[in-house]
């Protein structure tokens, strides 16, 4: 394979650095570096991060490629940076067994824009009645370490604490979606003062505190460590913040969404805005930001939930809910972490590509930029400002709540293993 | 005035009583032998109701017959909808036919903002009741009988209903004439208080304007209207409260009560009652109770909003008095 030197990039944030890759690897870092053979790219005044990791991303196939497939969704991956994404098991059928996992294994390994680790979900079909067969899961070519019914919670506290500690034995780790059901039928958007002015059905934080607040006892009492998916309340952040005083192996993660949006935009009925868990308070968001600054939530993970425009172009009640974020993510994160002081880019890079490899064991991935470590690489121009476009998506699906809004930051390039999979912010 | 009517919450004070004083022009036309006018001749409504409310439709269809309109009427039973079209194919459908303004009535909370604000027609759109959200032409109705009865029929015009004490009791959480009054009420200069179980009252209620308590017979002694709001048995089911005989004990208005209540002040029900749940036969058949008013006066409220929106600015009626707030 051929050479490529990145010249002059701010690597994580950083002094202006070269960066030679050869082959799949990165063969060396550092100043005024040769560029002999290899293909150049001017990469003055953007900053250089290993590539992003999302451990939360809904790819829709199989069952419901209308709205995503492997294909789209990698390649929307890879146009916001992404060299692995983690594709959530509500399909149809449900990745509750080898077979399916393989399946969406191998596609994204044939289309190669971003490597793609299935999550297996945790009971059949998604019930939270019976156990997936999760051993098998872990055997297959699939390799899941990551076991999640997202999109419903594992709300049997006795299914739960089973399957903490099944995967143990392979080292795995189940993913909540904290939702209480009873606390929350007929849900609609968050319950407070625009709940009951728009008289729509409350989804109250304390539905999602109560199953965390749980989930972390019952991981301390079994001794295993559990991930907690898109938290969104204030007192979700004072529960994991307490859970981590106590030494109780849990890990966080924010979607960008919930950074920056609040459940003021429901007052449109746009059913763009609707979404689980719901956009919050203002209040919530900014614990949120602070939580992600401090470490008491370690990722942002985006929940990436393509749906078809006619799943939109509706009431609220009627509508889906989920909003498409591969491809804003890293903008809104700069918007509300890095532009706002509260962390710099090697924390984006700690945050995107780093902690969620290592929460997913997603080997080669979240790697330091230097010599010897594999090249996935994801390069921003961060002074870039820009609206948001939709119909400028590699997604299949257009679901974006930041339509026309001004978010800064942009990814210009991303390479998967030495590959460019994006160059100047045209895929490849 | 807008070119919809979504909430309550839209209306300025100068809308509502201009709404409440072209109602009691429309009123008079109810008293001639021929209760007709020609202002919507040509001009096509369409009544469009997802939800079963023979009286709201009624209502709407003798309003817009009075003002000479076309009217088409479009429930959900037995349409395309059942087959699973979509509400803005609905509506898109029916604008194809040259309609002029719709009255939309909704299970889902939004339903009608988003039909007036998606870009998917162009009618005029009419809120008929959406949800839990807002049901604005019954607040109009019950404001325009609480100035009738509390200021006055002639003396009422031009006026709102500032300092008048009025209390909302029942199934606050999921009642939109609870939301639309609030709203309304307050916007007309009026002191709303509500009275329900807790488990009744949504959270979020504080920022709304108006007081809430738990403690009927506290409020009563104080109000110039009691607004009972009808209480499904259902919600028993839920948990909401522990028996039928349990909330008419607490909550119900009875004749004891109503003797509690000044003497001028009148007792309001938006309907259908359910007569020993929360309001007995005693109080529902008092003189002092408002229900068929409330239904004469809904058919005045619809006319004078319909003829707002869709009539332009010509007087509706010609031989009295202009319209508009001509006082403070």
């Not at chain 1, 060396?28 to 290899?38: I, Y």
């Not at chain 2, 003002?67 to 509506?91: H, R």
């Amino acid at each position: 394979m051929s050479k490529i030197l990145i010249r002059g990039a701010k690597v994580l944030g950083g002094e202006a650095q070269d960066v030679l890759i050869d082959g799949q690897t990165i063969a060396e870092v550092g100043v005024g570096l040769s560029d002999e053979g290899a293909e150049v790219v001017e990469a003055a005044g953007k900053v250089l991060l290993p590539g992003l990791v999302d451990l939360h991303t809904h790819l829709r196939e199989p069952g419901r490629e209308d709205s995503e497939t492997v294909l789209t969704g990698t390649r929307a991956a890879a146009s916001g940076g992404y060299t692995a994404v983690f594709a959530m098991a509500n399909t149809f059928p449900v990745a509750d067994t080898a077979g399916v996992v393989e399946q969406v294994y191998r596609l994204g390994q044939e289309h190669g824009y971003c490597d793609v680790q299935p999550i297996g979900a945790v009971t059949v079909g998604l019930e939270g009645k019976k156990l997936a067969e999760l051993g098998a899961m872990h055997e297959s070519a699939a390799g899941v370490t990551v076991f999640s019914d997202d999109g419903k919670c594992v709300d049997d506290a006795v299914i739960m604490r089973r399957a903490l500690e099944y995967v143990k034995a392979f080292g795995g780790v189940v993913a909540q979606h904290a939702q209480e059901p009873r606390l929350t039928e007929g849900a609609q958007m968050n319950e407070g003062v625009v709940s009951a002015e728009l008289g729509l059905g409350g989804w109250p934080a304390v539905a999602e505190e109560s199953i965390i607040a749980r989930d972390v006892l019952l991981a301390e009492h079994v001794g295993s460590r559990v991930h907690i998916c898109h938290l969104s309340t204030a007192g979700s952040v004072e529960i994991v913040r307490w859970a981590k005083s106590r030494g109780i192996d849990v890990t966080a993660e924010v979607t960008p969404h919930h950074l920056l949006l609040t459940d003021e935009l429901v007052r449109s009925y746009n059913p763009v805005y609707k979404v689980n868990p719901p956009l919050r308070t203002e209040r919530d968001v900014l614990a949120l930001r602070e939580a992600l600054a401090d470490g008491t939530i370690d990722i942002v993970a985006t929940d990436h939930a393509p749906h078809p425009h006619e799943d939109k172009d509706c009431e609220w009640a009627a509508a889906a809910m989920g909003m498409v974020g591969l491809e804003t993510a890293l903008s809104v994160v700069q918007e509300t972490m890095v532009d706002t002081g509260l962390i710099n880019w090697a924390g984006v890079a700690d945050r995107m590509s780093v902690k969620p490899a290592q929460i997913g064991q997603a080997t080669g991935h979240g790697r330091p930029v230097s010599a010897g470590e594999p090249a996935n690489l994801t390069l921003v121009d961060t002074e870039y400002r820009g609206s948001v476009d939709p119909a400028g998506f590699a997604s299949r699906s257009r679901n974006t709540p930041y339509e026309g809004r001004e978010l800064p930051g942009r990814v210009t390039h991303t390479w998967l293993r030495g590959k460019a999979t994006l160059v100047d912010g045209k895929l490849t | 005035m807008q070119r919809h009517l979504i909430s309550a919450a839209d209306l300025t004070r100068d809308d509502a009583v201009l709404i409440l004083d072209t109602a009691e022009e429309m009123a008079r036309v109810a008293d001639r032998p021929i209760k007709k006018l020609p202002t919507l001749r040509g001009r096509t409504v369409v009544n469009l109701f997802f939800e079963d409310s023979t009286r709201t439709r009624i209502s709407f269809e003798a309003a817009e017959k009075r003002l000479s309109a076309d009217v088409i009427n479009f429930t959900a039973k037995g349409s395309s909808v059942s087959k699973g079209e979509s509400l803005k194919d609905t509506a898109q459908t029916l604008e194809a036919m040259g309609v002029d303004a719709v009255v939309i009535r909704h299970g889902a909370s939004g339903a009608p903002y988003r039909l007036a604000n998606s870009g998917w027609i162009d009618a005029a759109v009419i809120n008929a009741g959406d949800g839990t959200h807002q049901h604005p032409t019954q607040a109009l109705l019950d404001a325009f009988t609480m100035r009738r009865r509390l200021v006055g029929r002639d003396a009422g015009l031009g006026q709102d209903l500032a300092g008048k004490r009025i209390t909302l009791v029942g199934d606050v959480l999921h009642s939109r004439v609870a939301r639309s009054n609030v709203d309304l009420l307050h916007t007309l200069g009026a002191e709303v208080t509500l009275v329900a179980p807790p488990t009744l009252v949504p959270v979020g209620v504080e920022r709304w304007p108006c007081e809430v308590s738990y403690d009927l017979d506290a409020v009563l002694p104080k109000s110039d209207a009691v607004m009972m709001l009808r209480v499904q048995r259902e919600r028993m089911n839920a948990a909401f409260f522990p028996t039928e005989r349990e909330y008419s004990r607490r909550y119900g208005l009875d004749g004891d009560r109503m003797a509690r209540m000044p003497e001028h002040a009148i007792v309001m029900h938006p309907g259908p009652m359910v007569r020993g749940m929360e309001i007995t036969a005693e109080v529902a058949d008092s003189d002092r109770c408002t229900v068929v008013e409330q239904v004469a006066n809904g058919v005045s409220i619809r006319m004078a909003v319909l003829y707002l929106l869709l009539g332009g600015n010509e007087p509706a009626v010609t031989h009295t008095r202009p319209t508009g707030s001509e006082e403070k």
